[in-house]
């Protein structure tokens, strides 16, 4: 360094944590790159591609478009589109207006906070949750306020919890919920989910509702916040029932008052949502069919799991309602999640996931296994993980 020159720091909101998911993926990548034989259990992404209708369209269009911009809030067809889907799905009437096509609902995430958010907003989590809500807050100056969640709960943030915090110093701005969950693959209940909602009306607390995980769930109902009330932010996206993870396509619903506040934000931040995903997504839901074969799939993979892994040893996870995650506990076997997925993967080339990622007060003894990919791959893993175990 020349004497003198003052060091250019990042900034203090840049100091976020890292996903370590990405990071396990990096070195299962590495492993693969070098011939090893990998099975990646540790990203939660669907092995197979979007459906065909999707991929033929958008084919179509890059062969015969212009690619331009689309209007901010999203190409007009596909937010009707996305309407009908909520008649259909969920019977809620929601207008087309109210509806924001993002670039998933990771760019959903960002809008959200900042829409609803003054800097120093305190938003209820679930611990263990999905770890970006917790860094996108802290790089928007909010507080993240974790919420220890465990199976007397279910696994989710409840209306009592929304009561308790709410009359804490500092009281609550916001809670963010997500049914199905990740990494617990939990669910709110119906009744559970309306008194939730009905404590933050009552406290003028703004819900937030990641739904991305519907359309994958085993048995059970999922419900949207839509059924409830018009006053949440419901955020989806196209990655996971859908199969789109790579064409960076989500919506969220808004309540009417932050439609032309997020048409603003999205004007300055990136315009407007890939164009191609847009028109192609428009095709994505007259093929339930196909998907939820896939689905029928995760079923069948999470079948193997719930099998496996108590003649393991590991006989304590979160419910699998939904999703495509198992949590477990591995407090038999280490209070190191890091390390020991980091072994795992170089001796037996198995990536699954550390709890850390998700919890970093108790994920030390927890792994989250992800069984989007195939079976013959989710039961390799299987037999590869418990001779290991055996050591
Ligand atoms: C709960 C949850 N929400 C949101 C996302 C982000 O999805 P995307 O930005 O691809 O829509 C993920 C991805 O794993 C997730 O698990």
């Not at 003052?6 to 944590?17: F, I, K």
């Not at 065909?52 to 478009?65: F, G, M, T, Y």
């Not at 008052?257 to 995903?277: C, D, G, K």
């Amino acid at each position: 360094m020349t004497a003198g020159k003052p060091l250019l720091l990042p900034s203090r909101r840049s100091d976020v944590p890292p996903f370590y998911a990405m990071d396990v993926l990096r070195s299962a990548s590495a492993l693969r790159a070098a011939g090893r034989d990998v099975l990646s259990l540790c990203v939660g992404q669907p092995s197979i591609g979007a459906p065909k209708l999707v991929r033929d369209e958008a084919a179509r269009l890059i062969a015969s478009d212009i690619i331009g911009y689309t209007e901010a809030l999203g190409l007009p067809a596909l937010r009707e589109r996305i309407a009908q889907y909520y008649r259909e799905r969920y019977g809620v009437n929601v207008p087309a207006e109210r509806i924001v096509v993002t670039t998933g609902s990771s760019g959903a995430f960002l809008l959200a906070f900042l829409a609803a958010f003054d800097d120093g907003a305190r938003i209820a989590l679930a611990r263990p949750g999905y770890p970006p809500y917790f860094a996108i807050q802290k790089a928007l100056d909010l507080e993240a306020v974790p919420v220890d969640v465990d199976q007397s709960t279910g696994f989710q943030i409840t209306a009592d919890h929304v009561d308790a915090l709410c009359f804490q110093p500092g009281g609550l701005n916001g809670v963010m919920v997500a049914s199905p969950a990740n990494p617990t693959g939990s669910m709110l209940p119906k009744a559970d989910f309306a008194a939730l909602i009905g404590a933050c009306a009552a406290h003028g607390v703004r819900l937030i509702s990641d739904e991305i995980y519907h359309g994958i769930t085993f048995g059970k109902r999922e419900h949207s916040a839509l059924e409830f009330t018009d006053d949440a932010i419901v955020i989806n996206s196209f990655s996971k029932y859908f199969c789109m993870t790579g064409w960076r396509l989500g919506w969220m619903v808004v309540p009417q008052n932050l439609v032309r506040p997020i048409e603003a934000l999205v004007q300055s931040f990136y315009i407007s949502a890939p164009t191609i995903s847009q028109a192609a997504a428009i095709r994505a839901f007259d093929c339930t069919e196909e998907l939820d074969q896939i689905v029928a799939g995760y079923a069948r993979n999470r079948d193997i799991l719930m099998e496996a892994l108590p003649k393991m040893g590991i006989t304590r996870f979160a419910p699998v309602d939904g999703a495509f995650y198992l949590y477990a506990d591995v407090s038999p076997f280490t209070n190191d999640s890091m390390s020991f997925c980091a072994r795992l993967l170089d001796d037996t080339g198995v990536a699954l996931t550390p709890g850390v990622d998700f919890d970093a007060r108790n994920g030390h003894s927890f792994v989250r296994i992800s069984f989007a990919g195939s079976e013959a791959d989710t039961a390799d893993a299987m037999r590869r993980l418990q001779g290991w175990l055996r050591g």
